[in-house]
Every structure is written in C-alpha cells, then in structure tokens.
C-alpha cells in the first residue's frame, strides 16, 4: 500500500509517495533527470514495511511537483529540498536512494548536509559516464514539451525506442503518470526547462570530487547492460573499480539490467533490502 501527498517547502511544493509506515525510519528517494515518483513503485512495495518507509519525490518541474522560475533548479537546490522534506516529516537523520541525477542530488545531500545521513543508495551513477551515453539520454527525453494524439501514442513512442526490454507494468505506470490533457491530446507535465538546467547543471561538477563526502555507508547498483548495444555504460568499470578504493564504506552490486530497466529488477530491490536493513541504526 501507498499515499501520495503533497508537502509546502520554501521552494515550492513537491509532490511525494509514501510506502510503509509513517513512523518507520525515512528513506527519501530521488528520481533521474525526468524522472517521478513512479520509478520507485517497483522498490517500494518490496522493500518498505513496519520497520521502513520509502517516501518517493517529484523532484520540482517534474510530475505534480510545482514548476519553479528558470535559474531554481541544479543539484544544490534539489539537495537543500530533500533535507526540507525530512525536516516537513519530523526526521533529522535518513538515508536516501537515488537513481540517475537523483543518485547525483543524493551525493549533494552527502556534501551539504552529511551528518543527516544514515545511508546512500547510488542506482547507477558513480563518476563519468561513458562517451556514447549522452546521446540515449538525450533520445530518452525527446518526448518531453510534445503533444501526443492519445495516452497510447505517447507510449509507443517510448516503447519505439527499444531501451526498455521488457516493458512491464511498472513502466507502463511511470511513463503515464503525470500525464496532462491539452489541447490536441496529451503531453508530459515535466518541464523540457527544467530538465535541461539540471543536465547543465553536470557540467558545473566535478564528479570524483564529490566522492569525498560519501563518508556514510554507500551502496552502489551497476548496470551490466548498456543502454543500447555500443553505448558503453553509465558507470564504466574502471570507475565502479576506483569507487570501491576511494569510498571506505562503499559496496557495489552489479545487476543485470540497463539504467532503465535496473529500478524494476528483483536483484537491485533485494540489495537495497538488505543494505538498509544492515545499516539502519535504529
């Protein structure tokens, strides 16, 4: 079982999803760069319950988040909103699960605000990405500010990509949640703005740097497969090899699966599992 609900910030409002017991240790998960909250539908009906709560965001200008002014946006600010939400929920400490730039807000969060975290989950995100990433990525958000005749037609056209095998329910469920009716049809209600002042916001970082600041334990879930044959990987083996030599509490779990695919598969829910249940102080 789940509740979505909306919490008021100083930045804006964001909209969240709650799965487990609300008086359970908080664990707040990030979604990627045009991300919701439904890419954490998979994980937390199998990893929250009596003993955790997952609470999922829409980051803001995504989903039912409110969209904020251009210049609002970057990792610092999505940061300082995930401590928000902890403070909004009567939490001083939790850990957070982060996939793609989520995983990047979550190092943020390290950097910021380190000693609030219990725990760090880092879903496919370590260092630099391989050279030919950034292209699919930039196929992936090519749906975002377009009209689609019906909710069907906007599926195919992220089905006709093929970097989703096999397409299941669950992204089925995220590629139509935060759908809005427009004149023509539908469209995304993710701001194309937003997401790309946060893309930019990448090459403001250095991504090794950042490293430093994991000083709590961190888990690591690596992709096996590339996003698309050729591709290379979102985390390469050479960085998931320096990560576990620079982050002293790190440990890194390989899953066969793609970054869009490794948030649904039975392996990262169970290793998240066990790594918070390992790790929760309380």
């Known amino acids: 079982m789940s509740d979505e609900f909306d919490l008021v910030l100083p930045s804006g409002r964001l909209h969240a999803q709650r799965f487990g017991d609300p008086r359970a240790p908080l664990v707040v998960c990030l979604p990627g760069l045009a991300g919701n909250i439904k890419n954490f539908d998979f994980i937390g009906e199998r990893v929250a319950g009596g003993s955790l709560q997952l609470v999922a965001l829409d980051l803001r200008g995504r989903g039912k988040s409110e969209k904020t002014p251009s210049g609002t946006y970057g990792w610092e600010r999505h940061a300082r909103d995930v401590v928000a939400v902890a403070d909004s929920l009567g939490f001083e400490t939790f850990a957070a699960i982060g996939q793609s730039m989520g995983a990047s807000v979550a190092i943020k ?132 090899d320096a990560f576990l030599r620079e982050v002293r509490k790190a440990t890194v779990v390989e899953v066969d699966a793609n970054h869009l695919t490794i948030n649904t598969h039975t392996d990262t829910a169970a290793a998240i599992r066990d790594f918070l249940s390992e790790t929760n102080p309380r």
């Not at 090519?142 to 093929?162: F, I, M, N, P, Q």
């Not at 299941?168 to 427009?182: A, D, F, I, P, W």
């Not at 950042?210 to 709590?216: A, C, F, I, P, Q």
Request: with cysteine; glycine share 10%; proline share 5%.
């Open 109 to 240: 969060v390290a950097g910021l605000y380190g000693a609030r975290l219990d725990a760090v989950v880092l879903v496919d995100v370590a260092g630099r990405v391989d050279p030919g990433v950034g292209a699919v990525i930039a196929l992936s958000l090519d749906h975002l500010g377009k009209v689609y005749e019906s909710v069907d037609r906007y599926v195919d056209a992220k089905r006709s990509r093929g970097l989703v095998e096999p397409w299941t329910e669950y992204r089925q469920r995220s590629s139509c949640y935060g759908l809005e009716h427009v004149d023509g049809g539908v469209r995304s209600r993710t701001s194309l703005d937003a997401v790309l002042e946060d893309r930019a916001y990448t090459a403001t970082q250095n991504p090794y740097d950042r490293w430093k600041y994991l000083t709590m334990p961190t888990l690591l879930l690596r992709a096996t497969r590339e996003l698309r044959p050729g591709s290379g990987y979102m985390v390469p083996a050479d960085d998931r």
